[in-house]
């Protein structure tokens, strides 16, 4: 089974710029997520679709963060413009689901995770 | 709002030695509380715990919930180098099924 893909790994852009990110999940995981982790914290969920909908996007800057997932399958993360406090690895990951609890649902496969730097 | 704590935040052991990494969380409606292990890369899945009492365990690692007291703890015993790594605690409600993190634990196992 392929895992979570996501692109590119590592970008580097200056304050003001515009940036974006791609992540493929496991095929057939109808949920996805987008998190921001900076250095020394846990993931923080900035947005979860599921199929194409949104499910929880509240913690999302929506200011100068959006997200789409149009076919319910890929999902691309923009920031615009970018500021310097939005440096950190933003990780996708993909989940079955279901109402009943299960690992086969509660579990989140994650991607490499994209590391962004902003000067 | 849900919350995870973790402690400690940081844990320097030799190997050979046993850790105990703790999580304690604060949800609305409790689905399940997961642990993570978390190298270079990408958090990966260690174990999923829904009932109190009963311990998970996968080699030298075991994990066990207590929801009465919101808490689990996550055991290493017999810890190597390749154990060095951060341990994320996350808890899922059952309302909007989203995940919460916590800070993490970062390990370090000296040789």
């Known amino acids: 089974e392929a895992g979570v893909a996501q692109s590119p790994r590592y970008k580097i852009i200056e304050k003001r710029q515009s940036v974006a990110f791609w992540c493929n999940p496991i095929?057939?995981?109808?949920?996805l997520y987008w998190y921001q982790q900076i250095l020394g914290q846990g993931p923080k969920l900035l947005i979860q679709?599921?199929?194409?909908?949104?499910?929880?996007d509240s913690q999302l800057p929506k200011d100068r963060f959006s997200a789409e997932r149009l076919k319910g399958v890929d999902s691309t993360l923009k920031i615009q413009p970018a500021k310097l406090e939005d440096s950190a690895v933003y990780l996708c990951?993909?989940?079955?689901?279901?109402?009943?609890?299960?690992?086969?649902?509660?579990?989140?496969?994650f991607g490499p995770g994209t590391r962004l730097t902003v000067l | 709002e849900d919350k995870v704590v973790q402690s400690p935040l940081s844990l320097v052991v030799h190997e050979g030695d046993t850790v105990t990494l703790n999580c304690s969380y604060e949800v609305t409606n409790f689905r399940s509380l997961l642990w993570y292990k978390q190298e270079k890369k990408a958090p990966t899945f260690l174990f999923m715990l829904t009932s109190s009492g009963i311990e998970k365990k996968s080699g030298r690692l075991s994990s066990i919930l207590d929801k009465k007291e919101l808490f689990s703890i996550l055991n290493i015993t017999a810890t190597q180098t390749g154990d060095s790594a951060v341990y994320l605690c996350a808890v899922r409600d059952n309302y909007g099924q989203n995940f919460v993190f916590g800070p993490g634990t970062r390990l370090s196992v000296l040789p």
């Open positions: 095929s057939g995981h109808a949920t």
């Open positions: 679709f599921q199929n194409n909908g949104v499910v929880d």
């Open positions: 990951a993909s989940s079955h689901t279901g109402t009943t609890r299960s690992v086969w649902t509660d579990t989140q496969y």
